[in-house]
């Protein structure tokens, strides 16, 4: 049973391109999290998904961030016109539907390390 | 709001002993859960013990506890016997019952010394 996948796992752009990340949940999980990591530092919460809908995207910055996790495929986290703060590394986290034995807990995947150049 | 605090940075631990990483919460939430993750070198998170907040006893996975004190607001996590492979940063973290935004600590520098 796989775990969280997450790709790529390094990337690295220049200033005022895009990047794209990937996550594909758990098999059965349906709540997608994205989380960013600065440099030694914990995770801080930036977006939580459900299939086609965003329920909360509070830790998110309002500009050039955004998330999707589709019908099918996996969640994505796009940064638009990427700058050097924007170095961090990106973990995302699934869990099974509210409800079922397990839901309270977040699985990670192994992250995608952004460096801006 | 949700708040973790961690207070040391960084422990040292012999090979073998057992160590005691605090970390104290703040909520106004009637029912929670605590967590504790592992970061090796690495990189990944490491998923590592869980505590619900009306949970009776202290949650125990292999050598990893959880002194859970509810009045304290204090969720310790002890690794027994510890090993090389346990140096890593532990990060300890906590969610709403049903509400799963996951609200991390600063953190916690594990080294154990041969």
């Known amino acids: 049973n796989a775990g969280v996948m997450q790709n790529p796992r390094h990337l690295v752009r220049r200033r005022g391109q895009e990047a794209r990340l990937r996550c594909s949940p758990m098999k059965g999980h349906s709540h997608v999290y994205w989380y960013r990591q600065l440099p030694e530092e914990g995770l801080k919460f930036m977006v939580y998904l459900q299939k086609e809908n965003i329920i909360d995207e509070s830790g998110m910055p309002k500009e050039r961030f955004s998330a999707e996790f589709p019908k099918e495929g996996p969640s994505i986290l796009r940064i638009q016109q990427v700058v050097r703060g924007d170095s961090a590394a990106y973990f995302c986290?699934?869990?099974?539907?509210?409800?079922?034995?397990?839901?309270?807990?977040?699985?990670f995947g192994p992250g995608t390390r952004l460096t801006v150049l | 709001a949700q708040k973790i605090t961690q207070t040391q940075p960084g422990m040292f631990v012999q090979e073998k002993e057992a160590v005691t990483l605090d970390c104290t919460y703040d909520t106004s939430d009637q029912s929670y859960g605590l967590f504790w993750y592992k970061q090796p070198s690495s990189g990944e998170m490491i998923f590592l013990i869980y505590q619900g907040s009306y949970d009776e006893q202290n949650a125990t996975e292999g050598r990893y506890s959880l002194n859970f004190q509810k009045a304290r607001k204090s969720a310790n996590l002890v690794i027994s016997a510890s090993q090389l492979g346990d140096s890593a940063m532990y990060f300890c973290a906590m969610s709403s019952t049903g509400y799963q935004k996951v609200t991390f600590g600063t953190g916690t520098k594990l080294q154990v010394i041969p």
């Open positions: 986290a699934s869990s099974p539907p509210i409800g079922v034995f397990g839901a309270d807990t977040q699985y």
